[in-house]
């Protein structure tokens, strides 16, 4: 049972770019949550997708947006980077509100 | 707003020693709180988890946490760590719709 995959898993981007970060569930999941890990600190929430719809969102601004598919997995999608922007994205999946699992995450490094 | 307070930002630690991490939370309602660890070059894991009953939860590899409603409180311990507890522990709290918060983690050490 593959748990929730993640890609790419290293990614360099130039200040100004766009950035798309990908994001497969769990098997048997229908719920994708977005986390930003920077560095020292615990990871933030940044919006949950559940039925193709953008649910609930964190304190992030309209650069940052999403997609979720009929097959559950999920797209972050990042406009107009910025330096601070660089940290590690988690992905995570549940089944609507029961407990998350995690994916290995993307590092975004924005020079 | 929830907020997630971790007390302890690194814990150094001989094997056999006993644990106790802090974890504090601030919301005013019903939440579910749980403990994730990410070993060294993996993935955050989920330890255990609270969502209701018994206040004293156990996880995985001997971890068990208490929830005290009266302190706002999700302490995590262990009787006796061992090196390949090595690891950040991070303390969260989610309430019931999905979008969890987290503390900014405890690095344990474990000296063998």
């Known amino acids: 049972d593959a748990g929730v995959t993640q890609s790419p898993t290293h990614l360099i981007k130039t200040r100004g770019q766009q950035v798309t970060l990908r994001c497969s569930p769990k098997s048997g999941h229908d719920t994708v949550s977005w986390y930003q890990q920077a560095l020292g600190q615990g990871p933030q929430f940044i919006f949950q997708y559940y039925e193709e719809e953008e649910r609930q969102r964190g304190n992030f601004p309209d650069r940052f947006s999403g997609h979720q598919f009929p097959n559950y997995s999920s797209e972050l999608n990042v406009n107009a980077l910025l330096l601070g922007d660089s940290a590690l994205y988690l992905c995570a999946s549940s089944l609507w509100v029961s407990e998350q699992y995690f994916g290995p995450g993307t590092r975004l490094t924005v020079t | 707003a929830q907020s997630v307070s971790q007390h302890n930002h690194h814990v150094i630690l001989s094997e056999a020693a006993s644990l106790e991490l802090g974890c504090n939370y601030s919301?005013?309602?019903?939440?579910?709180l749980f403990w994730y660890v990410q070993y060294p070059g993996q993935h955050l894991q989920l330890l255990l988890k609270?969502?209701?009953?018994?206040?004293l939860v156990k996880g995985i590899k001997g971890f068990e946490a208490e929830f005290i409603k009266s302190k706002f409180s999700f302490n995590l311990r262990k009787p006796s760590v061992q090196w390949s507890d090595t690891a950040e522990y991070f303390c969260?709290?989610?309430?019931?719709?999905?979008?969890?918060?987290f503390g900014d983690g405890t690095t344990l050490t474990v000296k063998p």
């Open positions: 969260a709290v989610n309430a019931g719709a999905g979008k969890s918060t």
């Open positions: 919301y005013g309602g019903t939440v579910n």
């Open positions: 609270y969502f209701s009953g018994d206040p």
